[in-house]
């Protein structure tokens, strides 16, 4: 993989950095997961975990606040200077998280926790206690954010392309989550107009993100290059962030969002379209 085909070289990092700057005390390493059982069994030294259902999502898998948000970067020790590096389920979160408030040291490991583990790379069970910081949080940055409204806004609309993250079953609606199950009440299908490009797609078999050619020729389909702006979307987020983050840093799309909400808030609500191919 040649990392200079990306638009910009400031949004990873390699497992080779990451291990040589594990005791630096201006790095700080966050695992991003949906429940505590990885992070339990092992992880990076010096990891704290972001539990997505927990610690990022409200009951009705919205973010959480900023006051929320802000006293967790600072229970992780993470201050404005900090360099941040996630990695685990979903990295990708927690970047576009830090982007959100306006962060600028974020970075994502470029490999995947097995990966890392196969290669022999340190490893732990202690849980991590890092010492809390300061850290009043900006302003929430909406240049990376859509909500319910603006998607609705963006179907059929030739400026804005919706790009659908998930597995080719959620979008035909053969399943509302991705564990295959259905939720009561929901609905399971895609936002109309969306361009189906998983993101599954986008990451190699040790985890790494693909090369900036082959990324292009993915995104083919959506044509993210003759439109203005495109918004990204998964179930709750993860992956949709997955998608921003290689259209924003590795593709140089600009004006790339994330609908957060995503499909556990369009498909719960009564009166969105949803349409089932």
């Not at 990376?144 to 609309?157: K, L, N």
Request: net charge negative.
């Amino acid at each position: 993989m040649n990392d200079t085909a990306y638009a910009r070289s400031d949004g990873l990092v390699d497992a080779a950095w990451l291990e040589e700057h594990l005791a630096d005390p201006g790095v700080r390493v966050v695992e991003v997961d949906v429940s505590p059982a990885a992070y339990d069994a092992g992880h990076i030294p010096g990891a704290v975990l972001w539990n997505v259902y927990r610690d990022l999502k409200d009951g009705d898998y919205r973010l959480v606040g900023a006051d929320a948000i802000e006293g967790l970067v600072e229970r992780s020790g993470i201050a404005p200077d900090s360099v941040v590096v996630f990695y685990g389920y979903a990295p990708a979160m927690g970047f576009w998280l830090m982007k959100l408030f306006g962060h600028r040291q974020a970075r994502i490991l470029n490999t995947a926790r097995a990966t890392w583990q196969r290669e022999g790379r340190p490893w732990s069970t202690e849980q991590a206690g890092p010492t809390p910081t300061r850290y009043p949080l900006p302003a929430e940055d909406d240049r990376v954010r859509a909500r319910q409204p603006q998607v609705q806004q963006a179907i059929d609309d030739p400026g804005r392309i919706i790009v659908d993250a998930r597995t080719e079953p959620e979008y035909r609606g053969e399943q509302f989550w991705p564990s295959g199950g259905m939720e009561p009440g929901g609905r399971a299908g895609h936002v109309p107009s969306a361009v189906l490009v998983p993101a599954t797609s986008l990451i190699d078999e040790d985890g790494a993100f693909r090369g900036a050619p082959e990324l292009r020729q993915i995104y083919a389909p959506a044509d993210p290059a003759a439109t203005d702006e495109v918004i990204t979307y998964c179930t709750i987020g993860g992956r949709a962030c997955t998608a921003w983050f290689v259209l924003t840093y590795l593709l140089g799309h600009e004006r790339t969002r994330v609908y957060e909400g995503s499909w556990a808030e369009w498909g719960r609500m009564t009166a969105t379209p949803v349409e089932r191919a």
